[in-house]
């Protein structure tokens, strides 16, 4: 077992709005959408035609670079659409659920596994896609041996799920999820939990257990494995978020593919904040049915968090990966004088120049509004101030702005992912997207370095 | 509210995105984001984003000056009505103070935004924020009798070769509210040091003289101030700079709001005083002996330390670097007081002698990041 982690640069942002501990069934959902874009650095390459009738569990698409990694459907029904953007990218692939066929698999005996077979069925069942790596998050490749495979249970991002809850009725499926992936590497597991936690997770077997103490991003795997075990140059290091280690489990128990997704709905615009069973890629209406929302002012939907999620329209369909759905209320409006200091105190706000720490103990109202706008870099000192890990963020977006890759790798681009940034980009100053400078420095390294 | 703000909305439509007037959209716009916060919302990367922009830290830093200001304002009457013998109240003093510096600040300001206009218009993006805090700065650290077109050729030779050439706020390597007092130092040295520049109309009444204790003490005076005086700053000397209880207000302020780096601060006032009292053991002569105590409160060290010094963009960024840089700042600044009376005040120089440096500290310190990393990856390859 390792030594727990204590975490103590970064912020804790207490919105209103975070969802009740109830779990409700989400109501059906007429499309599921995959999309490839939820993968970051893949190249689609599509086996399906529109108005093709396919079973669950078929794939749908393949890596363009590597065919033995296929992300499949998760219902069976038709490919109504394949939604292209600009240069004829793919952005959604819509199927219409009907009640087909589910293709099943033959799992052998759980003694029999071993780590060639495991990525065998689990590229053939199109489970892989639950498997990220890192440098750069990431789709996992087949042939390497990772140093280890993270697991966060510990949330720490606004409004994030509580995994204990959870996951608290699956607890077999997750065991067998941990005793799959343990086939893939040399060493058990890492299982970060919170130093809080009771029961559940100190049960698991076959796992090098992590606790995680502190403020966001302390639930960052970054974080986590910069201060557990810091990647170094050449190591690949694997995540598997926890319901997907579920869906891992339930794969092997039944040989069937699995896609169900537990979504927290939260956020300030949300009526009834709670727990929606559902699967991956469905519709939005078909959880917000449920939780509802106001609607009576403009909303922002975003699948994940309020810092590293992506805004859908409400129309839209479930990311591949979050457990987390957030509403908000849009933030076009003005305020007068609002840059004194001091002002509009109920925004809040990391800066000492707002009384904002007074006023967060019901939770904060927030909307989507910039709150200024963007400047150059004048203020130092403040990322470094929410931004854990010892890498120099300041200086390693310079580099990437730059476009400077031996610099970038000297200051640590293969320690993080562009979601690591997400309080950088909420709390500076000059409202620098940070996010967005580190994902093309990432797409830079990427296609220069590999 | 909304009244106002459909007026503006109506006056910014020529300078809409395809109209005749978009060019010119960037001064409007500095007018309009002035009176509203815009409404803009977030569309890449977080969604939320903190209250705090560059238009409050920047006020923050204006507000923190006021104190200072306020009692630049007094003392340049006090200083003249003290001499001229006259019987004068606090209000008069004031007046005289205000008579002088504020068309100083108007020239500084005028000359300033337009040229900072020009380039945003020029290079199409938005007006910094960052003049309104240099273009106070500048006038508060003259002598108060300087011309005011002297004053305007500083802010230009400031805005123009400090800043903009670099690239803009942000960008530029030199504080530029010292480059242009050094600026004025250098070009129209008669105006900026000696006896007739520090008390208001010096060099038009006789009687009105008054010399700086740094500049006495480099011609070899004796000092008749008490410490109380020099550290209230009822002496002569630049407009803002002379009172270090006033100074010391505003670095509390700077420090309570996150604003201003405590690192430097500290780390100048530890540099100076080890060095200062260095001196007083050798003690050769009266500048040596010269109490380090005294030290940190007469001249422009704690204005420049607490006000010039932390400005962000040519100070050190990193925390340790933050320190060294600090440091060095209040240990040149000494040196050059007292090794070098050609320059009874030190701490212009030594500011502007670190912002060269800064670079080089922090290249050191993120060095020391990038080989403790390359290290670990070398270690890790012995061990597989």
């Known amino acids: 077992m390792s030594a727990g982690i204590r975490i103590h640069r970064g912020a804790t942002i207490n919105l209103k709005g975070q969802s009740e501990k109830i779990l409700s069934d989400a109501s059906p959902s007429k499309t599921f959408a995959l999309k490839p874009d939820n993968f970051f650095g893949t190249l689609p390459r599509l086996m399906v035609k529109e108005g093709e009738k396919i079973a669950e569990g078929a794939p749908v698409f393949h890596v363009k670079k590597d065919p033995r990694i296929v992300f499949v459907s998760p219902v069976s029904g038709l490919v109504k659409e394949v939604r292209r953007g600009a240069k004829r990218k793919i952005l959604k692939i819509i199927i219409e659920k009907d009640e087909g066929e589910k293709l099943s698999h ?7 596994l071993d780590k060639k077979s495991v990525t065998d069925i689990l590229l053939k069942t199109g489970a892989w896609p639950f498997i990220k790596q890192r440098p750069y998050g990431v789709m996992a490749d087949p042939d390497v041996i990772p140093k280890s495979i993270y697991i966060s249970t510990y949330a720490s991002a606004p409004l994030d799920v509580d995994f204990e809850f959870l996951l608290k009725n699956h607890k077999e499926d997750f065991q067998k999820g941990i005793d799959v992936l343990n086939f893939l590497v040399d060493d058990p597991v890492s299982l970060s939990v919170d130093a809080t936690f009771s029961g559940f997770f100190q049960n698991i077997k076959g796992v090098d257990l992590l606790t995680i103490k502190g403020p966001h991003p302390a639930g960052n795997v970054s974080v986590q494995i910069h201060k557990n075990n810091p990647l170094n140059m050449d190591e690949k290091v694997w995540e598997v978020r926890p319901e997907d280690v579920v869906n891992i489990g339930k794969l092997f128990s039944s040989g069937q593919f699995s896609a169900q997704r537990t979504v927290a709905v939260a956020g300030e615009s949300v009526l009834q904040p709670q727990y ?4 991956i890629g469905a519709q939005i209406s078909s959880i917000t049915d449920i939780s509802g929302f106001d609607n009576t002012q403009q909303n922002r939907f975003i699948n ?6 992506k805004a859908e329209a409400s129309d839209g369909h479930l990311d591949f990966y979050n457990n987390l759905f957030t509403i908000i209320p849009e933030g076009n409006h003005y305020r007068m004088f609002g840059w004194l200091p001091f002002m509009d105190n109920k925004i809040p706000s990391l800066s000492k120049t707002s009384l904002s720490w007074l006023m967060g103990n019901q939770g904060y109202s927030v909307d989507t509004n910039m709150n200024g706008e963007e400047r150059a870099f004048v203020v130092t000192g403040e990322m470094e101030k929410v931004f854990p890990m010892d890498i120099y963020p300041m200086q390693l977006l310079k580099a990437c702005m730059a476009g400077d890759i031996e610099k970038m790798e000297a200051l640590g681009i293969y320690e993080v992912i562009p979601e690591d940034f997400g309080l950088i980009d909420y709390a500076n100053t000059s409202k620098i997207e940070a996010q967005e400078i580190i994902r093309e420095g990432i797409e830079l390294m990427i296609k220069e370095v590999g | 509210m909304s009244f106002l703000r459909r007026k503006l909305d109506e006056l910014k439509r020529p300078f809409a995105k395809g109209q005749k007037w978009e060019k010119y959209a960037p001064a409007i716009n500095a007018f309009d984001t002035f009176l509203f916060v815009p409404n803009h919302t977030t569309h890449t990367g977080a969604h939320i984003r903190d209250a705090v922009d560059l238009k409050r830290t920047m006020v923050t830093v204006i507000i923190a000056l006021m104190p200072a200001l306020i009692y630049g304002i007094y003392n340049t009457g006090y200083q003249y009505y003290t001499q001229t013998g006259e019987a004068f109240t606090f209000l008069d003093a004031f007046i005289h103070g205000s008579w002088k510096i504020v068309p100083m600040i108007i020239v500084s300001y005028v000359v300033g935004l337009t040229i900072e206009f020009i380039f945003a218009v020029y290079r199409g993006h938005e007006v910094n924020e960052g003049y309104l805090v240099t273009g106070l700065l500048i006038p508060m650290i003259m002598p108060v009798d300087i011309p005011l077109w002297m004053v305007a050729i500083s802010v230009a030779f400031a805005v123009l070769i400090a800043k903009e050439a670099f690239g803009g706020t942000g960008m530029n390597i030199l504080n530029p509210a010292l480059t242009a007092r050094a600026f004025a130092f250098f070009a129209y040295p008669t105006y900026m040091s000696g006896n007739k520049v520090w008390v208001s109309e010096a060099s038009t009444i006789d009687g ?8 006495t ?15 209230q700053g009822s002496i002569p000397g630049s407009i803002a700079e002379t009172s270090a209880l006033f100074v010391v207000i505003g670095a509390l302020i700077l420090i309570a709001t996150g604003v201003g780096s405590w690192r430097i601060m500290i780390g100048s006032v530890l540099g100076a005083a080890f060095v200062g009292f260095l001196f007083n053991l050798w003690g050769a002569n009266a ?3 010269f109490s380090w105590v005294n030290h940190l409160v007469v001249g422009g060290f704690a204005f420049g330390v607490v006000f010039m010094a932390t400005d962000p963009v040519s100070a050190a960024q990193t925390n340790k670097g933050k320190w060294v ?5 209040g240990v040149f600044c000494i040196l050059i007081r007292v ?27 993120v060095q020391g990041n990038i080989s403790k990393r390359k290290k670990r990856w070398a270690n890790a390859l012995k061990t597989t």
Do not use: C, Q, R, W
Request: charged share 10%.
């Open chain 2, 217 to 231: 003490l480099a011609a070899g005076g004796n000092v008749n101030y008490s410490f109380f005086e020099m550290f």
């Open chain 1, 276 to 279: 929606v069973k559902t699967t």
């Open chain 1, 106 to 112: 033959k799992i052998p005996a759980f003694k029999s």
């Open chain 2, 339 to 365: 090794f070098n009376p050609a320059y009874p005040e030190g701490v212009m120089l030594a500011i502007l002698l670190m912002n060269v440096f800064a670079p080089t500290i922090d290249h050191y310190v």
């Open chain 2, 325 to 329: 840089y600090g440091i060095l700042v």
């Open chain 2, 208 to 215: 009105v003289s008054g010399e700086t204790i740094l500049g």
């Open chain 2, 287 to 289: 500048l040596m002996s």
């Open chain 1, 304 to 309: 994940g968090d309020v810092l590293t999620g």
